[in-house]
């Protein structure tokens, strides 16, 4: 295990919630993560389909303290990674494996979470390098198949569901297996304050406690 690795690992552990800023303005970006990390979160990722992203990205990597991990979604290519790391990121997250964009991410001594849908693209991903896999879009990978997967990749192997996650919906996954979940617009959308952040991180966090008691 590299210091990354470790890192994400130990930070899973803690808080598995994954904050997905898709949309997010450089100028409220701050006051957003900052709420976020007050509420326990410590994974921040900006798509990069979102306006300016990187520098939203060095925004948050310069306010927020070194325990939180922070970087970009939405990555490409293997150019992409290049920009984020500039920028300060730590963690890419795709939504596709291409092992190019993963191997970039190693070398880089990134973390690296590409998305996976299928078992196959699973192993290819981990042959790549990944150190965490996102199973996306999670509507079409219902707790009963992660529970599924969960029986030839074992912890400390972290899978973590993406796309339409809910509170109500972290129990059942965490039952399947759950190592954490990415969060996108039922905890922020393009237009919600830091208050309206507040309100819903607060939600995740109530249903993640319950989830998992012993993080």
């Known amino acids: 295990m590299n210091p990354i ?3 994400l690992f130990h930070l899973l552990q803690r808080c598995g919630l994954i904050a997905i800023l898709r949309g997010v303005q450089p100028q409220e970006v701050v006051a957003i993560g900052q709420t976020l990390y007050d509420a326990g979160f410590r994974i921040i990722e900006v798509p990069l389909n979102s306006p300016n992203p990187l520098a939203s ?9 070194a325990d939180c991990l922070v970087g970009a979604g939405t990555v490409l ?5 290049a920009d984020v790391a500039a ?11 291409d092992p190019g964009v993963i191997h970039a991410a190693r070398a880089a001594g990134m973390a690296c979470a590409p ?3 299928t078992l196959t693209e699973a192993y290819a991903a981990l042959g790549a390098g990944a150190n965490m896999l996102k199973l996306f879009p999670a509507e079409a990978l219902p707790p009963h ?3 599924a997967w969960r029986a030839v990749i074992t912890p400390p192997m972290a899978l973590v569901p993406v796309g339409g996650i809910v509170p109500e919906s972290i129990a059942a996954y965490a039952t399947a297996g759950a190592s ?3 969060l996108g617009s039922a905890l922020y959308r393009p237009g919600d304050t830091a208050a309206d ?3 819903q991180a607060t939600a995740f966090m109530a249903a993640w406690r319950l989830a998992y008691p012993g993080a």
């Open 197 to 199: 952040v507040a309100r």
């Open 5 to 7: 690795d470790k890192t």
């Open 77 to 81: 290519s293997a150019e992409a990674v």
């Open 145 to 147: 198949v992660l529970k």
């Open 57 to 65: 990205i060095r925004a948050l990597r310069d306010a927020l303290p």
């Open 180 to 182: 954490g979940f990415g």
């Open 115 to 117: 998305g996976v849908a």
């Open 87 to 97: 920028a300060g990121g730590q963690i890419v997250v795709m939504p596709h494996s």
